[in-house]
């Protein structure tokens, strides 16, 4: 991936952060896109230490004239953009019953909406040049249903069903694009829903009163883990890989 262009959004924490730290490794130029300002300023200074090339851009992406805008200078700023890795996401547990307007839109502002924008307006350009690999993190609750997470796995399904219709749309374009279906993951959103450091085991273990199954692995998934299957489907090793989802769940789903 050396002096590959790479964008990726939702890329100051959690995962997003791990990718854009795993493409650094592989000398890629990485547009780093996020809403938190502090947190990108941190890690573009973190890593132009060491020699890396990072540009951060602080960006809603649930905004479609701010994610056109800003793919454009990233192409000014780095060059043709060769690789789209959607992360940004949002999560707001609650009964459907309880859930607002707003909670419910939120989710697919993000999680839905910020991937067809970004999704379009890169792949528009990744055509006219024949050559391009996006990536969509979705989650495992896209595959099964949930308590209190009916508005995070709805727009999570739907992310995972453009990402294959994109694929489809463009593979005449030598453009690949796939999906990486996380389960439960040590990140700042997954510690805000535990109770307290064990937070990690009830997940672990599972629970019959909310049909969940447990992680037969016995452990919740590193950032790194997610960001070694996005830079695989980025990379020429998976070349004749597209429209394909890769949970990384630790068996969470049972190979659904």
């Known amino acids: 991936m050396e002096g590959k262009v790479a964008l990726v959004t939702g890329a100051a924490q959690g995962i997003g952060e791990a990718v854009v730290r795993a493409l650094a490794e592989q000398g890629a130029r990485i547009a780093v896109v996020d809403r938190n300002e502090a947190g990108l300023r941190s890690l573009v200074v973190d890593l132009t230490e060491v020699g890396a090339k990072v540009l951060g851009y602080k960006v809603d992406v649930g905004r479609s004239s701010e994610v056109e805008a800003i793919v454009g200078q990233v192409e000014r700023d780095l060059g043709p953009i060769d690789m789209l890795i959607n992360v940004a996401g949002v999560l707001r547990m609650g009964a459907i019953e309880s859930l607002s307007d707003e909670d419910w839109q939120s989710h697919f502002t993000v999680n839905t909406n910020g991937v067809f924008y970004a999704s379009r307006a890169v792949v528009r350009r990744m055509a006219t040049r024949q050559s391009g690999a996006i990536v969509t993190v979705s989650s495992n609750a896209s595959k099964v249903p949930r308590t209190q997470m009916s508005a995070y796995v ?66 919740i998934a590193t950032p790194a883990d997610i960001a070694a299957s996005v830079l695989f489907l980025l990379s020429s090793r998976a070349g004749h890989i597209t429209m394909h989802d890769v949970c990384v769940d630790g068996g969470a789903t049972l190979g659904c």
Do not use: H
Request: proline letters at 5%; a neutral charge; one cysteine or more.
């Open 154 to 219: 709805a727009s999570k399904a739907a992310s995972t069903m453009f990402t294959k219709c994109l694929a489809l749309e463009y593979a005449k374009d030598n453009i690949r694009c796939n999906v990486v279906s996380p389960g439960s993951t040590d990140t700042e959103m997954q510690r805000l829903l535990w109770k307290d450091e064990n937070g990690a085991q009830p997940i672990i273990d599972g629970s019959s009163e909310s049909y969940r199954v447990g992680i037969p692995l016995g452990k």
